[in-house]
């Protein structure tokens, strides 16, 4: 496991590596700079504000002095927001984020699985066809659809939840089950496959000859076996949900990361842009690397590999 650990955490420095080049450049070939909204201001005064923010030297000289705030661990001030750093913006906005990929997350493994291995029971049957096909839709709904429904019927129709916020218990269910959602289907048919491959093994016929319950036979012999492709997606999905929230915090109102790098694309934020890329980036290396190391452990054969 060690030796997993270590390859993965080399891997990580050529990837990052990059990811921070190519954003670095292709954010500064976009129209339009961080100033071009503001006011007209001074032939010495923008002059004042390029060489604050470094943008008064070479593109190339930029570029090295980023790469040595960022192995400081320094991502720079903000254009836009002068009296914060990138640093403290993203530990501001990333807490309301994690929350909402939490509660987001609970949803989609809870609801995936009960449809998928229900489903998985009873093949070819009402109990299959249903949840399945809420699946589909669920897959086929993209988030910023699902989001104004949902509004549509449990805030505006019934008044029985906020339509935006992110303050109280009621104001946190329509962000995560919006969010929740598309990942629940894809749970609910990935457990609904790996279930029914484990269930037709021999072992699985033994347990039931030898008397053993449905229950103890599904929880504690075909269970581990099928949620092994869940486990594989659940990396993907987390990083998914963490940093696929643009569209559901901005809908909602929520004051998260998410919505904090849309509004700094729009404003040429540049230093805000490449914060948090690169703080995704991160994070969906981090999680890929937690499902290996899951994966390793639920199939020890993979430990040789």
């Known amino acids: 496991m060690i030796k997993i650990i270590v390859r993965r955490l080399l891997e990580f ?5 990059i990811i921070v080049t190519l954003v670095f450049f292709l954010i500064r070939l976009a129209p ?3 100033f071009d909204r503001d006011k007209e201001v001074p032939p010495e005064v923008r002059k004042q504000l390029e060489a604050y923010y470094n943008m008064g030297v070479p593109l190339y000289q930029q570029y090295f002095d980023y790469l040595a705030g960022l192995a400081r661990g320094d991502l720079g001030p903000s254009f836009k927001n002068a009296s914060y750093s990138v640093n403290e913006m993203i530990g501001m906005s990333f807490p309301n984020s994690l929350e909402l990929g939490f509660y987001a997350m609970c949803v989609a493994v809870t609801l995936g699985l009960l449809a998928g291995i229900s489903a998985s029971l009873k093949p070819n ?3 299959d066809y249903v949840p399945m096909s809420l699946a589909m839709v669920g897959i086929c709904v993209p988030s910023f659809v699902l989001g104004p429904l949902l509004v549509l019927v449990f805030s505006l129709h019934f008044d029985l939840l906020p339509v935006a916020g992110w303050n109280t218990p009621a ?5 995560s089950l919006t969010l929740g959602a598309m990942y629940a289907a894809y749970i ?6 790996g279930m029914l491959e484990v269930l037709s093994n021999d072992f699985i016929r033994t347990a039931r000859a030898k008397g053993l319950s449905e229950t103890r ?3 504690r012999h075909a269970l581990r076996g099928g949620i092994a492709p869940v486990v594989s997606f659940l990396g993907p999905a987390t990083a998914g949900i963490l940093s696929g929230s643009f569209v559901v915090e ?3 109102q929520v004051p998260g990361l998410g ?3 849309v509004e700094s694309a729009f404003n040429r934020d540049y230093t805000l842009v490449m914060g948090t890329v690169l703080f995704f980036a991160a994070l969906i290396l981090f999680f890929n690397l937690l499902v290996d190391l899951i994966h390793t452990w639920l199939d020890p054969r993979l430990r040789n590999a």
């Open 217 to 219: 036979v599904v929880l």
């Open 125 to 127: 049957s009402l109990r």
């Open 13 to 17: 420095v050529p990837v990052l590596f």
């Open 188 to 193: 609910a048919r990935l457990s609904r496959g």
């Open 250 to 252: 901005t809908i909602f």
């Open 171 to 175: 104001s946190k269910v329509l962000p």
């Open 32 to 34: 339009g700079g961080p």
């Open 259 to 261: 919505r904090q790098f």
